[in-house]
T-cell receptor, first 109, second 113 residues
Framework: SQQGEEDPQALSIQEGENATMNCSYKTSINNLQWYRQNSGRGLVHLILIRSNEREKHSGRLRVTLDTSKKSSSLLITASRAADTASYFCAGTSGSRLTFGEGTQLTVNP | DTAVSQTPKYLVTQMGNDKSIKCEQNLGHDTMYWYKQDSKKFLKIMFSYNNKELIINETVPNRFSPKSPDKAHLNLHINSLELGDSAVYFC????????????FGSGTQLSVL
């Protein structure tokens, strides 16, 4: 069964604005990861947050995890046109990594 | 010097044919995967191998058969292709199992006519 559901499905913003994407999951996880997929390309790992962590930063990325609500959010600050891509959350349970449906982010120059 | 490479990038074929997709990783990883991404971009795991041993085998038709000749290679053979097999297939690898990040290939766009 699908691990993650993402919200919104599509997001369009202007360059320089912040973008927030949310992910909810159903079962217990060991960690949660976020990936980016540019059009026609493979997925690229962005950041991993462990189940005992609440917040993590990497450059312009900020990820939060609320295990009580089974949800995570990815914030991209000061967005750039090059951030245009699909973003996926993925939860790890045991040896299995299960992906959400993805959010299509469009950053307009 | 691509980390995870899969070939071909595009595969167009007729229903009923048999085709293979090859994947190789030069990262020294122990674990390799095949994922299927449908037209709505939903990614679903198909298979996972660790050191040539099958560890995840999702509910996939037995027309799909993975083969791992060594831990750097994981190929996917598909028999009797059907229209519903049309999708993008991604190979990935990771340094271990469970909770580690995956490195993806660039995908194979399979179109069954």
């Amino acid at each position: 069964s699908q691990q993650g559901e993402e919200d919104p499905q599509a997001l369009s913003i202007q360059e320089g604005e912040n973008a927030t994407m949310n992910c909810s999951y159903k079962t217990s996880i060991n960690n949660l990861q976020w990936y980016r997929q540019n059009s026609g390309r493979g997925l690229v790992h962005l950041i991993l947050i462990r189940s005992n962590e609440r917040e993590k930063h990497s450059g312009r990325l900020r990820v939060t995890l609320d295990t009580s609500k089974k949800s995570s959010s990815l914030l991209i600050t000061a967005s750039r046109a090059a951030d245009t891509a699909s973003y996926f959350c993925a939860g790890t349970s045991g040896s299995r990594l299960t992906f959400g449906e993805g959010t299509q982010l469009t950053v307009n120059p | 010097d691509t980390a995870v490479s899969q070939t071909p990038k595009y595969l167009v074929t007729q229903m009923g044919n048999d085709k293979s997709i090859k994947c190789e990783q030069n990262l020294g990883h122990d674990t390799m995967y095949w994922y299927k991404q449908d037209s709505k971009k939903f990614l679903k795991i198909m298979f996972s191998y660790n050191n040539k041993e099958l560890i995840i085998n999702e509910t996939v038709p037995n027309r799909f058969s993975p083969k791992s000749p060594d831990k750097a290679h994981l190929n996917l053979h598909i028999n009797s292709l059907e229209l519903g097999d049309s999708a993008v297939y991604f190979c990935a690898s990771s340094p271990g199992q469970g909770g580690v990040k995956l490195f993806f290939g660039s995908g194979t766009q399979l179109s069954v006519l």
